[in-house]
């Protein structure tokens, strides 16, 4: 049984002292039956890795540099995130896709340099609603994740991929357990054509998973976890996510 992963999104969401509430909730209401993780913004790694140290709970960042260092004004390395103790990294995901123009090949990269530096890239890949309704998400996600799966190489087997079609992130809009799991199952067969290992590997759901619909989209069988925004911004929601994960 592969053990399920409940990673925050926070976005661009946090103060000081909403930070210090979230995490303390979130804390204290371990232990947890599955991996769980925060993805926060970048200032506010520190004052995590100094909450989180320690315990279970595990954090990460929202996005990388595909560079490893240099005159690249605003980015960040994966090294820095190292440094500050991330365990995992966001790429590609459709915020970013959307307003930073970030393309295939950038989010591969982005996955890659991640991985050398033993940070573990949460790869994003999902569906618009125009593309949805033109019975292209197998044709999209396929695209997405062959670009991953080409730049990782050997190492494909280390990422966790994230299904987050684009119109059910933030919208209340989600999708069926049935809809999320067909699309899994492709994204399973597409990984283990690839890597030894996809049986092993996490695919968590991503897009309007709350306590209510958690269980039902974290039964199917190829949904390993979620990745959860607005949610993952209230203790109790993310903490009773974590519950209906394990
Ligand atoms: P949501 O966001 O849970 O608010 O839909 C998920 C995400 O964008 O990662």
Redesign the pocket.
Known sequence: MRRKLVAG?W?MHGSHSANAELLAGISSARPFGCDVAVCVPFPYLSETAVALAGGPVLWGAQDCSAHEQGAYTGEVSVAMLAEFGCRYV?VG???RRQYHAETDLLVAEKARTALARGVTPIV?VGETLAQRDAGETEAVVKRQLSAVIHALGHCAGEMVV?Y?PVW?????KVATPEQAQAVHALLRAQLKAATPNADEMKILY?????PDNAVSLLSQPDIDG???????LKAADFVAICRAAG
């Open positions: 999104n976005k966001i995901h459709s915020e994003c994230a987050e059910a992130i933030g919208t209340g991503g897009g309007s998973m709350k979620g990745l959860i925004g607005g949610a993952a």
